[in-house]
């Protein structure tokens, strides 16, 4: 696709195919049911409503179903909006599967695998390594297609394991700027953060949030995780703890969802790394949709600002 939803600015019209990731009913003001459908395509995705539904557009325009619509972009208390004037689900006339419309990672799995695999042999602290490698290769599969979360950064197919690349080039920037930082353990700690989410999101696409995620979360889960592989590796060192440690603190505050603040210098280096890569991932997808010379609609994340895109 030349274009996308995240190419269209407010006025536009649009006409063509898009994945309806979510759709929600709910009861509008004079009591009659609408879905909230949440669009998307390679480039991005959008709010939609759809009034006056019934029983049978309910089933019709349910989640994880690929359709045609014709609409306009509005704004709609400072978002993006799209007002549908018609839309029917694909068929196979029209050509078009998920895999076509379903926003991926730029770069591959088998490239972003090959990265990892480099920052694990790298490694010279034998438990870290072993660790690590353990975990991965337990839960590859996943890793390399679920989301990093199910809104704001990296919610795509694949985000997860773009976050940890894009983490691991900030990471090996940072030591070679300060050396007395554990590499070994710093790595390790930005592959492992997050590794928790493929227990606690549903899958790939169309993601929510698991039972185990909403009772659990992926901090606590991965905790476990790194403790069960200890007790699996036979490994009984300091070095568990410190990991450990390092997966509890990576949100720096407890407001932030971290159970305990990063108390050792590579914690607090992976809590800044993870909120920048997150950051900056917010914001180009939001400038992405927007001319030089334009404000961002207002992204909640990243406490409700708007973001001016330069003219040079």
Do not use: C
Not at 9 to 30: E, F, V
Not at 60 to 79: C, P, S
Not at 205 to 228: D, Q, R
Not at 252 to 258: I, V
């Amino acid at each position: 696709m030349e274009t996308g939803i995240n190419h269209y600015g407010i006025g536009d019209s649009i006409d063509t195919y898009m994945y309806i990731k979510s759709s929600t009913k709910a009861l509008a003001s004079n009591g009659k049911p609408f879905l909230t459908l949440i669009l998307s395509d390679k480039t991005g995705e959008i709010e939609a409503k759809l009034w006056d539904v019934s029983e049978e557009n309910e089933k019709t325009f349910a989640g994880e179903r690929t359709v045609k619509v014709q609409g306009d972009i509005q704004n709609y208390r400072g978002r993006h909006q799209l007002k549908i004037r018609n839309i029917r689900v694909t068929t196979e006339a029209d050509g078009i599967t998920p895999a076509d419309l379903i926003q991926t990672a730029p770069i591959s799995q088998e490239e972003m695998m090959d990265k990892i695999t480099q920052f694990i042999f790298e490694m010279r602290n034998p438990n870290i390594q072993r660790i690590t490698r353990h975990l991965l290769k337990k839960y590859q599969k996943d890793f390399l297609t679920f989301p990093a979360a199910t809104k704001n950064h990296h919610e795509f197919y694949s985000g997860l394991a773009y976050h940890v690349v894009s983490m691991l080039d900030l990471a090996s920037a940072i030591v070679k700027l300060y050396p007395k930082l554990d590499k070994d353990l710093l790595y390790a700690g930005v592959i492992l953060h997050d590794l928790g989410k493929v227990f606690e999101l549903s899958g790939p696409v169309s993601t929510v949030y698991t039972a185990e995620g909403n009772l659990l979360g992926h901090i606590t889960i991965m905790v476990n995780e790194i403790g069960k592989a200890a007790d699996e590796l036979s490994i009984k060192a300091e070095e568990i703890m410190i990991l450990q440690h390092l997966v509890l603190a990576h949100h720096g505050k407890a407001e932030w969802g971290s159970p305990k603040p990063p108390m050792v210098k590579e914690a607090e280096v992976l809590h800044y790394i993870d909120n920048l890569d997150a950051k900056i991932n917010m914001m180009d997808r939001a400038l992405e949709k927007v001319k030089p010379g334009e404000f961002t609609e207002r992204v909640f994340a990243l406490e409700n600002r708007s973001f001016y895109k330069p003219n040079f």
